[in-house]
C-alpha cells in the first residue's frame, strides 16, 4: 500500500438500496482501484453488501435493532481497534449515531455524507449524534444551506456533488420487461423513479401531471418506479384519477435505472432535493427531463436548456411540460444534447476525487501515532 493511501471504515446500515447506496459502492470501489483501503459496514444480505462483495471490497455484517443499538455499536468499534481507519464516513442518518458511540474517545475523524435536504431534527439525541462530526459533505448547495440553517458552522461543510459513470454504457429494458409491466410500444412512456417517502417526495404530483398532459392530448402512458410510505396514497390517487390502465406501480425494481432509460420522458416531482440522482441518469441515457424545480434539481437542470422545470407541486404545469416535451421533437433533440454536455460536470470521478479530498483535509493517509481509549 502507497505511504499515502488512506483508510476509511464506510457505514450504512439501511435495508434499501438508493441513491445514497449507489455512491457509496462506486466510492468504495474507486478507493480500492485507487490503491486505498475500504471497509464497509452494512446490513448482511442487502443490495449493498451483495454488490459490494462481488467486486471485493470487505464488508463487515452490521444489523442494529436500532438507531442507538449499544451491541451494534461494541461490533463496530472492534471493527475500528482492528483496522485503526483515519476516518469513519457515515452515509445515512442512523449510522451517524452508531459511528459516533462507536468511536467514543477514540483518535479517529468522523465524516458524514448528508444527502437529503430535510432539516436537522432538534432532540437532544440529533445534537448529540450531529456534533460530533468533524466535517459533512453536502451533495448539493441546497443541502449545504440547509445544514447551515440548523446551526452547523460553514467551515466543517463540504460540497461534494453526487455523480454517475460517464463510461457505463446506457442500457434500455428489453421489449419483454416493458411488456411484462404492461407498456405499450406505440405509445409515449413517462417514467418516475423515485423513494416515495414524505415528506420531500411527492408522487402525487407525478400522477397529476400525467392526468395533465392526457387532457391536453397527449396519449402517454406512465411507470411510477419506487416503494415507501406513500405507494398507499399514490395508488388511491391513480384511481381517483381514472389511471388505473395509464399509470403502472412497479415498487422497488432493481432495473430501475435500465428502465428509466427506456422512457420517453423521465420526471421528476420532488417537494424538496438534495441533488436528484435519477435525473443524472436520465440525462446520460437520453432521455428529456421534466422536474419540478425544487432544492437542488435546481443546480442540475437549466430549466429550458437541459430539460423543463414546473413550479413545485404544481401537476398542471408539470403534465404540460411533459405534453411539451413528447410533442415537440426539435425541443426534446436539443434537450438532450445539453443535457449530454451537463451531465459531464457530475461525472462519478469528481465525486470520488471531491470526496478523498476531503478525508485528506482531515489529515487521513498521514501514518501517524495512534492511541486507543
Not at 83 to 93: L, M
Request: net charge positive; hydrophobic share 45%.
Amino acid at each position: 500500500m502507497n505511504a499515502g493511501a488512506l483508510r476509511v471504515v464506510h457505514v450504512d446500515t439501511e435495508r434499501t438500496w438508493g441513491g445514497g447506496q449507489r455512491q457509496l459502492h462506486a466510492l468504495a470501489t474507486a478507493m480500492q482501484r485507487l490503491g486505498h483501503q475500504s471497509w464497509v459496514a452494512a446490513r448482511p444480505g442487502t443490495l449493498l453488501s451483495d454488490a459490494l462483495g462481488r467486486d471485493g471490497v470487505p464488508v463487515v455484517p452490521l444489523a442494529p435493532a436500532f438507531e442507538w443499538d449499544p451491541v451494534a455499536a461494541g461490533r463496530l468499534r472492534a471493527l475500528l481497534r482492528r483496522v485503526r481507519p483515519d476516518v469513519v464516513h457515515a452515509h445515512a442518518a442512523h449510522a451517524v449515531a452508531l459511528s459516533a458511540v462507536a468511536i467514543g474517545r477514540l483518535p479517529i475523524r468522523l465524516l458524514v455524507s448528508r444527502r437529503v435536504a430535510l432539516p436537522l431534527r432538534r432532540n437532544p439525541l440529533s445534537r448529540y449524534k450531529y456534533g460530533r462530526p468533524e466535517r459533512f459533505i453536502a451533495v448539493s448547495d441546497r443541502v449545504r444551506s440547509v445544514l447551515r440553517s440548523c446551526g452547523v458552522d460553514a467551515a466543517r461543510i463540504d460540497v461534494v456533488r453526487s455523480g454517475v459513470d460517464l463510461a457505463r454504457p446506457a442500457r434500455r429494458a428489453a421489449p419483454s420487461t416493458m411488456e411484462g409491466l404492461g407498456v405499450e410500444p406505440q405509445r409515449p412512456l413517462a417514467v418516475m423513479v423515485s423513494s416515495l417517502v414524505p415528506p420531500h417526495k411527492d408522487p402525487g404530483t407525478f400522477l397529476a401531471a400525467i392526468a395533465a398532459a392526457r387532457s391536453l392530448g397527449c396519449e402517454a402512458q406512465a411507470l411510477l418506479v419506487g416503494d415507501g410510505p406513500l405507494l398507499g396514497a399514490a395508488r388511491r390517487a391513480r384511481s381517483r384519477l381514472g389511471l388505473d390502465h395509464v399509470v403502472r406501480l412497479t415498487g422497488f425494481r432493481r432495473d430501475a435505472v435500465e428502465l428509466l432509460a427506456a422512457a420517453d420522458v423521465a420526471v421528476l416531482s420532488s417537494r424538496d432535493e438534495g441533488l436528484g440522482t435519477t435525473i443524472l441518469d436520465a440525462m446520460l441515457a437520453g432521455v428529456p427531463v421534466v422536474a419540478t424545480a425544487a432544492g437542488g434539481v435546481t443546480e442540475v437542470v437549466r430549466d429550458g436548456v437541459d430539460g423543463l422545470l414546473a413550479p413545485v407541486g404544481d401537476g398542471r404545469a408539470l403534465g404540460a411540460a411533459i405534453q411539451r416535451v413528447l410533442a415537440d421533437r426539435a425541443l426534446r433533440e436539443a434537450l438532450v444534447r445539453s443535457a449530454r454536455e451537463r451531465v459531464r460536470q457530475f461525472s462519478i470521478d469528481r465525486t470520488v476525487d471531491g470526496t478523498l479530498e476531503v478525508y485528506r483535509s482531515l489529515g487521513a493517509g498521514r501514518r501517524g501515532a495512534r492511541s486507543d481509549s
